[in-house]
């Protein structure tokens, strides 16, 4: 069977830097619904379009292509005493606002410094602004069934897990 729109489509992958630097490799399958519902990047679902099991296929994802541009407004300094006492670098925040910020609590922050009494949370993803190569080979495709259409993606075995 050939991917097309609502087809659920199951992927091993490899992403890479620009430089060919291994990032990110599947260690289990990933599955999607195709047919623009955002499972995956629409530059890797259009070049998948139409393709077999066994097949793979090479794309090079620009940053508008992938995780978007880097974006400086995304990086905040911050009072510490805002955090909890155990704030490191690295810990994330969910829907982290400014005071008086318009967050609407869909973005994750990322801590990247702690300093004389401040920390410095950034918004964008660890990947935004970069060139991106993204390896994969189609493990599986099979129709979607009409709960997975209605939700607009995949659902595991058994059913709906959400």
Request: a negative charge.
């Amino acid at each position: 069977m050939n991917i097309f729109s609502n087809t659920v489509v199951t992927l091993s992958y490899r992403l890479y830097s620009s430089k060919g630097e291994l990032i990110e490799e599947s260690t289990e399958p990933i599955s999607y619904l195709h047919g623009g519902h955002g499972g995956v990047f629409p530059k890797v679902e259009a070049e998948l379009e139409d393709k077999d099991v066994g097949e793979s296929c090479s794309v090079t994802l620009e940053p508008e292509d992938g995780f978007g541009e880097y974006d400086a407004d995304l990086v905040r300094v911050e009072a510490k005493e805002r955090f909890p006492a155990e704030v490191k670098i690295g810990m994330q925040f969910e829907g982290y606002g400014a005071e008086g910020g318009d967050d609407d609590g869909d973005r994750v922050y990322t801590v990247t410094d702690i300093a004389e009494g401040k920390v410095v949370v950034d918004g964008n993803h660890p990947l935004a602004g970069q060139r991106l190569r993204f390896d994969c080979t189609v493990l599986d495709v099979r129709p979607a069934s009409a709960e997975e259409m209605a939700h607009g993606h995949v659902h595991g075995e058994g059913g709906h897990h959400h």
